[in-house]
């Protein structure tokens, strides 16, 4: 295969960064790109990507009555289609009890100036077996196929690491995924790197340098302009997989750090303690802005927002900007019911921060124009465990004055709370999804088991904030061919904004 670059004058700037204006050609055989996969920056993507028609969501059977394999849904979110909200393939793994959990691609934005680079594989980890498989969504993008197995024997053989989570695609072509584990239900954090070249994916070994992997992993997201990788925690494999008990807490089995990577080198340089208000800290985003110090990390059990920056002297810090108040209930497991931060992202744009509580209910819509000082604009009830139909009793609540309605679509109750989000490049269109992880379903919503989650679709307003439920979309995953699922994350065929990253051209690590 022969790349060819030719850089053309004037680049493109965006907030004072400024990208190659590239015409690229990538030959092979008759075949030519101009570019590489996505968009040369967050605003283009914004603002010239066209709608999304089709998403992949992983349906998951693990801790259910139903012994059959995990599978991905390929769902039709084009309002013109005669398929509109339905499911129209099913991608059924060859293993039972993998649980698929969360997704990524082999090539996104920060490939851009690559025109040998396609985004043509979806890489999705096993958050239980420690299996990885890669998904040819190219051929047919509305029937995938599965295009190779990475068997958890070479994952944990090369690695040392289990239960993979979060993905995220290089500059380089190379495929990094965070481990969870030892293989053994220890924590221990570090990062899987597959080899992208040619669609080889052979498990290349860590990403961190020898020593400097951590106790727990989670997310992670990269900014190679500040040399710097930051990833999250969520606790020990022997104590998530099985449920959550508050005793794991106490007995340190679930974390409260943020870890701070030099980008070239691949080390250790520094842990942020978030401390009892930042405990499982989860999803992380730096902002889109290619050169930006700062971002947002959602700690799930004290449901608190924190912001992270870069300092003066060139450390790394983090400040709470959102609390989430805990409800003083009856009928529940405790008598405090946290909010559960389960899930959050930025706008392309940089100016909204969504994110979901996944027990009481309710998905949040900031302004975050000032990063320090978030400014609720939207918010709305999708089910969660306390509403007005349920046995939990809220004795004590500092934001409601009474408890919310329970949300049916189509004559159905929606069981669980939201919790995946993704939004549209546009910012249009906010896609949510109601299970966590199947464990944790079984333990806080046991009606979800038996019902199946379902995938609704808000419609955002960008101008002022505000969210609106679309009730003409309802994805009821209680109805699949194979009987009720447990539906997850959320993916685009050509990314989105908790996928992709954007780096300058000066900064392609």
């Not at 007995?251 to 701070?260: D, K």
């Amino acid at each position: 295969m022969l790349c060819l670059s030719i850089i053309s004058e004037p680049t493109i700037e965006y907030r004072g960064v400024h990208f190659r204006e590239k015409k690229d050609h990538c030959t092979s055989g008759m075949e030519l790109s101009k570019t590489g996969p996505g968009y040369a920056t967050p605003l283009s993507a914004m603002k010239t990507s066209p709608r999304e028609e089709i998403v992949y969501i992983p349906c998951i059977y693990r801790n259910t009555e139903i012994k059959k394999p995990d599978y991905l849904a390929t769902v039709d979110v084009d309002p013109r289609s005669s398929t509109y909200s339905q499911v129209i393939s099913r991608l059924s793994m060859p293993y039972v009890g993998d649980e698929l959990h969360h997704s990524g691609w082999n090539a996104c934005s920060s490939c851009y100036d690559d025109c040998c680079k396609k985004r043509n594989r979806l890489v999705l980890p096993s958050l239980y077996s420690s299996r990885i498989y890669l998904i040819d969504v190219e051929t047919k993008p509305r029937s995938p196929t599965i295009a190779k197995v990475i068997e958890p024997e070479e994952v944990i053989g090369k690695t040392g690491l289990s239960n993979p989570h979060t993905t995220h695609c290089l500059g380089t072509g190379d495929i990094m995924i965070s481990g969870l584990g030892d293989g053994n239900g220890n924590g221990k954090g570090g990062f899987i790197l597959l080899r992208g070249q040619d669609n080889d994916f052979e498990v290349k070994g860590n990403w961190e340098a020898e020593g400097h992997q951590v106790q727990f992993g989670y997310d992670f997201w990269y900014q190679p302009f500040h040399n710097v990788m930051i990833s999250t925690e969520w606790g020990a494999p022997k104590a998530f997989l099985k449920g959550f008990d508050p005793a794991d807490v106490e007995n340190g089995l679930y974390g409260h750090s943020l870890h701070v990577y030099d980008w070239e080198k691949h080390t250790l340089i520094q842990d942020i303690d978030l401390g009892p208000e930042g405990l499982i800290p989860l999803e992380i985003r730096f902002l889109h802005d290619p050169k930006a110090a700062e971002g947002m990390v959602g700690a799930a059990l004290s449901s608190n927002i924190f912001r992270f920056f870069k300092t003066e002297d060139g450390a790394w810090a983090a400040e709470k900007i959102i609390d989430i108040p805990s409800k003083k209930v009856e009928g529940w497991a405790l008598p405090d019911m946290p909010g559960l931060i389960t899930d959050i992202l930025i706008s392309l744009d940089d100016k909204y921060l969504y994110f979901s509580n996944w027990l009481h209910g309710d998905i949040r819509q900031y302004d975050i124009t000032n990063t320090s000082k978030p400014r609720l604009v939207g918010q709305i009830f999708l089910g969660g465990s306390i509403t007005s139909d349920g046995n939990v009793k809220v004795t004590a609540d500092s934001e409601l004055s009474s408890q919310p309605e329970p949300l049916y679509m189509n004559g159905k109750k929606v069981e669980g709370g939201p919790q995946m989000i993704q939004l549209s490049l546009d910012g249009k269109r906010l896609y949510v999804s109601t299970s966590l992880y199947s464990a944790w379903d079984k333990q806080f919503y046991p009606d979800l088991i038996g019902n199946g989650s379902v995938m609704l679709q808000l419609d955002v307003d960008t101008e002022k904030g505000g969210l609106t439920l679309n009730k003409d979309f309802c994805v009821d995953f209680g109805n699949e061919p194979e009987g009720p699922v447990l539906a997850h994350e959320i993916r685009y065929p050509g990314g989105d904004c908790s996928s992709d990253i954007w780096m300058t051209h000066t900064a392609k690590l």
